[in-house]
T-cell receptor
Framework: EAQVTQNPRYLITVTGKKLTVTCSQN?????MSWYRQDPGLGLRQIYY???????DKGDVPEGYKVSRKEKRNFPLILESPSPNQTSLYFC????????????FGSGTRLTVV | LAKTTQPISMDSYEGQEVNITCSHN???????ITWYQQFPSQGPRFIIQ???TKVTNEVASLFIPADRKSSTLSLPRVSLSDTAVYYC???????????????FGKGTKLSVIP
């Protein structure tokens, strides 16, 4: 089944403890992206990647890192999480010929205390 | 970066046609327009994508005027299960010339009433 898989689905962590949210797609998509969703603010893009080893900042990149060492994986790294990063996170991918025609993952609900 | 503006909410009765309009005044020449549906605590689901004129698929139609500064998602004969938030997204290009920093608006919360 074609899908974008995020892990974990739920995570509670403490301020300052490094964490990684994984994202993997099995559709051979070139384009991948991370979004966070907060009440009243909609979906805001954190980082995106056009292809392996090519990443760029979205609207809200502060406090986040990403890497794209393989085409299928696009992990989101929070080096020192803070409470304002408590949010619902979505990973998405699309083929280069349909950028914006995303397939989204199921989401990761992160709470930083 | 193309910014989008949509109504915050809309109500409709079951069986009616619903039209949701998105404004994107500074859309770039190579940008596409894409619409998504999102249910609570789920990832957004792709509905339809277009560049100009009209696009239709099995669930919706997308109307784009010649100036491309707005677009309208049309949902025929809505049912209770269509209650969701609908987002329009502007950007991307198959030619590689559009914007890849894809920004969603705040979405339109559609409530379908029995």
């Amino acid at each position: 089944e074609a899908q974008v898989t995020q892990n974990p689905r739920y995570l509670i962590t403490v301020t300052g403890k490094k964490l990684t949210v994984t994202c993997s797609q099995n559709m051979n998509h070139e384009y991948m992206s991370w979004y966070r969703q907060d009440p009243g603010l909609g979906l805001r893009q954190i980082y995106y990647s056009m292809n392996v080893e090519v990443t760029d900042k979205g609207d809200v990149p502060e406090g986040y890192k990403v890497s794209r060492k393989e085409k299928r994986n696009f992990p989101l790294i929070l080096e020192s999480p803070s409470p304002n990063q408590t949010s619902l996170y979505f990973c998405a991918s699309s083929p280069r010929t349909e950028i914006g025609g995303y397939t989204f993952g199921s989401g990761t609900r992160l709470t930083v205390v | 970066l193309a910014k989008t503006t949509q109504p915050i909410s809309m109500d409709s009765y079951e069986g009616q046609e619903v039209n949701i309009t998105c404004s994107h005044n500074n859309i770039a020449t190579n940008d596409y327009i894409t619409w998504y549906q999102q249910f609570p605590s789920q990832g957004p689901r792709f509905i339809i994508q277009g560049y100009k004129t009209k696009v239709t698929n099995e669930v919706a139609s997308l109307f784009i005027p010649a100036d491309r500064k707005s677009s309208t998602l049309s949902l025929p004969r809505v049912s209770l299960s269509d209650t969701a938030v609908y987002y329009c997204l502007v950007g991307g290009s198959s030619s590689g010339a559009g914007s890849y920093q894809l920004t969603f608006g705040k979405g339109t919360k559609l409530s379908v009433i029995p």
